[in-house]
């Protein structure tokens, strides 16, 4: 198939990039490095030995992406490209929702006016709001979000359903991620958040590799086993994998299927920072801190139905995903460089 990756220069892009090439599939990447450089996808060419047509444009702009699928007989886009910093997202909603919100509507514009049948997004687990019980199951509610950022998922889930409810021709896959963490083995990609992170894993290596001084961990005082919060993580090239299941999917079916992606099973932050060290010999300075707002204690997937379904599961367990987290992060101290 000739799949169009929106906003594949990205972590998770780059790295479904890599797994659709060795698949046998031709990629084509929409990206404005935004949030990303050409560097990524240099070196998605250098693991695969294979080539990507590659477009550098806002996918807000309609004339631009027109061209594109004018250009290219694709089979199903892989729906990426948005901005994903939570905490941004409370305090510029109008960015968010600009962005998030008219870069579907584009691509949906241009499925539709191409005849292109075929979509897949990356959503979120954060569509099961605060009220969700654990652990989440696909036909639980949405709702309940805690911020701008979620309810752009929350919404382009609901613009995506409409869409397939309006033309019974195209399949929409809703992919609803948990925790993504580490990188391809090869060391040569991973993720290269700009300034200081907001998640735990790629704030782990930073202070592995004494690029910070001390990992805060957000609340000791959770009803959880040891205090800390427990997440769903999941190696990014599993989810990688995934995404290459929901491709095949889509391609022989109809109408709208959600899929969680995780593995299954919790684990703390105290936890993450013991498998870290022992993976790698290496050390990870942390204080327990005060909580941060919005956190929920704890999140996880049911897994079940992408297995039933898409015949996916997950391989990698927490200590590939340090591993490979640290491998990307001990060979590129500085990511890919400036952006
Ligand atoms: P990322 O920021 O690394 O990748 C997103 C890519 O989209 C970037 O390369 C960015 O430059 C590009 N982009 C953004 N707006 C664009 C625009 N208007 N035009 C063209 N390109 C644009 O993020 P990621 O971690 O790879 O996440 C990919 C998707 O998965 C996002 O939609 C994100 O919300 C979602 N998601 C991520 C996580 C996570 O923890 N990483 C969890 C759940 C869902
Ligand atoms: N944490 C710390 N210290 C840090 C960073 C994180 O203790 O410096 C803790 C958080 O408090 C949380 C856990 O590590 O308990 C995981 O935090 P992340 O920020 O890595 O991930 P979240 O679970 O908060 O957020 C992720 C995605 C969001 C998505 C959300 C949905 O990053 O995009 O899951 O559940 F919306």
């Known amino acids: 198939m000739k799949v169009l990756l929106a906003g594949g220069a990205g972590y998770i892009g780059s790295h479904t990039a890599v797994e ?12 404005d490095y935004s949030n990303s450089c050409p560097e990524s996808l240099k070196r998605v ?10 477009y550098e444009a ?11 699928f004018g250009e290219n007989q694709i089979d199903c886009i892989i729906h ?11 305090k510029e909603p109008i960015r968010y929702y600009r962005n998030n919100i008219d870069t579907t509507l584009t691509l949906l514009e241009c499925m539709r006016g ?8 990356s959503s979120s687990a954060t569509v099961y709001g605060e009220k969700c019980t654990m652990p989440c199951l696909e036909t639980f509610g949405r709702g309940n979000c805690t911020n701008p950022y979620g309810w752009t998922k929350y919404m382009i889930e609901q613009i995506l359903e409409d869409t397939a409810k309006a033309h019974p021709d195209i399949s929409v896959v809703l992919l609803r991620y948990f925790n993504p963490v580490g990188a391809h083995a090869s060391g040569l990609i991973g993720e290269d958040p700009q300034g200081i992170p907001n998640n735990l894993m790629p704030y782990v290596t930073q202070v592995a590799v004494g690029k910070r001084e001390k990992l805060t961990v957000f609340g000791g005082d959770y009803a959880t086993p040891d205090g800390t919060c427990r997440r769903d993580f999941i190696h990014v090239m599993d ?5 290459l299941k929901a491709i095949e999917y889509a391609a022989n079916h109809k109408g709208v299927e959600i899929f969680n992606v995780g593995t299954g099973k919790p684990y703390s932050v105290l936890e993450i920072i013991k498998t870290f060290e022992a993976a790698n010999g290496v050390k990870v300075n942390y204080e327990i801190g005060p909580r941060r707002d919005g ?10 139905k992408a297995a039933r379904l898409l015949g996916w599961q997950a391989h990698f367990n927490l200590a590939d995903m340090c591993r490979d987290a640290w491998c990307w992060q001990s060979k590129n101290p500085q990511g890919y460089g400036k952006h």
């Not at 659709?20 to 990206?31: E, F, R, S």
């Not at 956190?295 to 079940?304: C, H, I, K, S, T």
């Open 80 to 90: 990426f490209a948005g901005l994903k910093a939570v905490g941004e997202s409370i």
């Open 45 to 54: 060419k250098k693991i695969t030995g294979k080539d990507i047509k590659i």
């Open 114 to 121: 191409f005849g292109v049948k075929n979509i897949v997004f």
């Open 58 to 68: 806002d996918i807000k702009r309609k004339d631009a992406i027109r061209r594109v």
């Open 295 to 304: 956190d929920l204690p704890e999140v996880w997937a049911d897994a079940g």
């Open 239 to 243: 989810l990688a994998n995934a995404h």
């Open 20 to 31: 659709l090439l060795q698949a046998g599939h031709q990629v084509v990447v929409i990206d």
